[in-house]
């Protein structure tokens, strides 16, 4: 596509359900990045992957989270038996790497917004 | 652990009045430092890239800077406006290409 999408943008789930956010980074971006938002606060790291491995998974805040990317394309985050502090949005960026200089323009999606309640 | 900080976290100013973010960064070896703007609701949005043999850059109303040695950034509105009220996210790239680091962002709110 011509940007990065996710998906749905918009998620109510029950304390203790399980969702999945899904994004398609823009076609040939090698790396993926999610992150979260929540109100008033700024950009927080989750996880990158560069193809379909994730170097770095750092910022996942729980067992409960878990990240996977197929094909080096679509990925999906899982989380499971959500908590009302999950509550935030859930952006994707994409962005590609040129040679031995890392373009970083990071393209973001429009973020899922999830409500735990 | 390589980081990026900025200040102030929050700024509010009269539309017309200038004002300076401020980006610090320890990623190393650095490769390239990018500006965003997000607007509420929205993703960012890139506003210029710097790469360490680059002092200033303009966009519009928007210039940054980039001193490489003492690893600071800042992003300078001129005039501001009320369309400038968001959030303005510093990102660093390492030279290995492995990673992006943000920033927190800091929060502009333009008033009339």
């Known amino acids: 596509g011509a940007g990065v999408s996710q998906s749905p943008s918009n998620k109510v789930t029950e304390k203790g359900k399980d969702v999945e956010l899904r994004c398609d980074p823009i076609?040939?971006?090698?790396?993926l990045y999610w992150y979260r938002q929540s109100l008033g606060q700024g950009l927080e790291f989750l996880i990158y992957?560069?193809?379909?491995?994730?170097?770095?998974k750092s910022g996942l805040p729980s067992d409960r989270f878990s990240a996977e990317r197929t094909g080096g394309s679509v990925s999906t985050l899982t989380i499971q038996r959500t908590q009302q502090e999950d509550s935030a949005v859930y952006l994707c960026?994409?962005?590609?790497?040129?040679?031995?200089?890392?373009?970083?323009?990071?393209?973001f999606g429009q973020g899922t917004r999830l409500t735990v309640v | 652990k390589n980081q990026v900080e900025q200040s102030p976290q929050s700024l509010i100013i009269l539309e017309g009045k200038n004002c300076t973010l401020q980006?610090?960064?320890?990623?190393?070896?650095?490769?390239?430092l990018r500006w965003y703007k997000q607007d509420t609701g929205r993703g960012p949005v890139s506003l210029t890239i710097?790469?360490?043999?680059?002092n200033t850059k303009s966009n519009g109303r928007y210039t940054a800077t980039l001193d490489a040695d003492t690893k600071q950034s800042s992003l300078h509105i001129t005039a501001s406006q009320l369309s400038d009220s968001a959030s303005y996210i510093c990102?660093?790239?390492?030279?290995?290409?492995?990673?992006?680091?943000f920033g927190k962002g800091t929060t502009l709110s333009v008033s009339s």
């Open positions: 960026a994409s962005s590609h790497r040129t040679g031995d200089f890392m373009n970083t323009e990071a393209f």
């Open positions: 076609s040939g971006h090698t790396a």
């Open positions: 992957f560069q193809g379909n491995s994730a170097p770095d």
């Open positions: 980006c610090n960064y320890t990623v190393s070896p650095f490769s390239n």
């Open positions: 710097m790469t360490f043999s680059e």
């Open positions: 990102v660093v790239g390492n030279q290995a290409g492995t990673a992006l680091i």
